[in-house]
């Protein structure tokens, strides 16, 4: 009764840099302005999803999760907490220079798990970049002198970003998303952020947003950016092409392109979370049929057993 495909409802987040992207694109429907991130998949405190359909509609993913904990897989059940979140982002405008702790420092300082994360591109103005760690090595004393003086730019690795582009961002690299991007992001279930550059930004109220200083110089790598190296090759499934993006211990990230059917499916390892990222896809799961359409997320339960997806789509899937 309860494992059939979850189509699911986010949680919103309203930050000053977002845009509308998130509504007029990947059909949003909230009344929120602007509308910075939409979390798709979520179990986290500060923001989790719901269930829209089926028997369980209404019921936010950790309550279900909670009542059916074999719906999350196996390999879940190694984490304290649900471990991954999945997210949209729409910087419309720059996102402060930022770096997480590692799960060994912040377990130890903040009691919660650290964040690695990886982007998925989905959509970069012309000329839009981020930032990804030093150009060079860095001394602590430097980086410090560098962030007082507002001199941190200076020795920051940018680079240029265009759709379909894959970062993955390990624990301790410093980072910034640009203006004119919009990124689907796969993290650790964790909102660990240490904020070293926020542009000289005021808040609404005229203040400045918090930085985190002594924090993130405990944690920040201060190597260059040594971006993990992954084979993308893609194999075919189907009428699929499918393609590793990224894996680590927290979550696998592949890419579907879809021109026809493949068929697939879900052992008692891990959930899979299937978001569509253009086109639309028929999805079909025992005696469930439901459209998967630019902008949605699925969650299919670990041990759903086989499913179909047929037209023409592009997704990511999203396991542990
Ligand atoms: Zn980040």
Redesign the pocket.
């Known amino acids: 009764m309860e494992c059939y495909p979850l189509r699911l409802c986010p949680a919103f987040k309203d930050n000053l840099w977002g845009g509308q992207k998130l509504k007029t694109e990947y059909h949003k429907k909230t009344e929120m302005t602007p509308l910075a991130e939409s979390w798709e998949l979520s179990c986290h405190r500060s923001g989790c999803s719901t269930i829209e359909n089926g028997p369980c509609a209404g019921m936010t993913l950790p309550d279900y999760l909670a009542r059916f904990p074999a719906a999350a897989g196996s390999r879940c059940a190694a984490f304290a907490a649900f471990p991954v979140l999945f997210k949209l982002i729409d910087a419309k405008d720059k996102l402060s220079v930022?770096v997480?702790p590692s799960d060994d420092y912040a377990l130890r300082e903040e009691g919660q798990y650290g964040?690695t994360?990886m982007w998925v591109v989905l959509e970069a103005e012309p000329g839009a970049e981020l930032i990804y760690g030093f150009k060079a090595p860095i001394t602590k004393e430097e980086l410090r002198r560098r962030i007082e003086e507002g001199a941190l730019l200076e020795v920051v690795n940018r680079v240029p970003v265009h759709p379909g582009d894959v970062f993955f961002?390990e624990a301790g690299t410093l980072?910034a998303i640009g203006a004119g991007i919009v990124i689907a992001e796969i993290q650790q279930s964790s909102d660990l952020?240490y904020r070293v550059y926020d542009y000289d930004r005021r808040d609404a109220q005229g203040n400045p947003r918090e930085l985190h200083i002594e924090k993130a110089l405990a944690v920040t790598d201060l190597g260059p950016a040594h971006p993990k190296a992954f084979d993308r090759t893609p194999h075919r499934e189907g009428d699929a092409e499918v393609s590793r993006l990224g894996s680590c211990g927290y979550f696998t990230t592949d890419r579907i392109r879809l021109a026809g059917r493949c068929a697939r499916s879900v052992d008692g390892g891990s959930f899979e979370g299937l978001f569509c990222a253009s086109g639309s896809a028929a999805l079909r799961a025992g005696g469930e049929r439901m459209t998967l359409e630019k902008g949605q997320t699925v969650f299919l339960p670990a041990g759903l057993g086989e499913y179909l997806l047929e037209g023409e789509a592009e997704c990511l899937s999203i396991r542990v």
């Open positions: 930022q997480h964040k994360e961002i980072h952020t």
